[in-house]
């Protein structure tokens, strides 16, 4: 059983920025793809940004230049800097990991609770 925990959304003014936190715990190991998706009301869930285990990372296009994901493997954390935050990311972010338990090749795909980001004036 895996649990990711988030924290950092909240409510912030077009221009500025947030950092959001995520970390894995639990029966992890090792996790490979991990990063960001965000979903606002009404629409589909989509890609923020998404690393695998040797750092390469795969930004939606809206994001780049503004965002930067990093990854901490030993902590099997991950975290997302939102810079120059527009209306239009105002979404839930969730965390994602593709988890190996260690028993078996197979992996599992787990997603946090989900934190509000809100960039409003």
């Known amino acids: 059983q895996v649990q990711l925990v988030e924290s950092g959304g909240g409510l912030v003014q077009p221009g500025g920025s947030l950092r959001l936190s995520c970390a894995a715990s639990?029966?992890?190991?090792?996790?490979?793809?991990m990063g960001w998706y965000r979903q606002a009301p009404g629409k589909q869930r989509d890609l923020v940004a998404r690393?695998?285990?040797?750092?390469?990372?795969n930004y939606t296009d809206s994001v780049k230049g503004r965002f930067t994901m990093s990854r901490d493997n030993a902590k099997n954390a991950v975290y997302l800097q939102m810079n120059s935050l527009k209306p239009e990311d105002t979404a839930v972010y969730f965390c994602?990991?593709?988890?190996?338990?260690?028993?078996?090749?197979?992996?599992?795909?787990?997603w946090g609770q989900g934190t509000q980001v809100t960039v409003s004036s």
């Open positions: 639990g029966r992890i190991w090792r996790i490979y793809d």
């Open positions: 994602y990991a593709d988890v190996g338990m260690g028993i078996s090749s197979t992996t599992y795909s787990y």
């Open positions: 690393s695998n285990r040797g750092g390469s990372t």
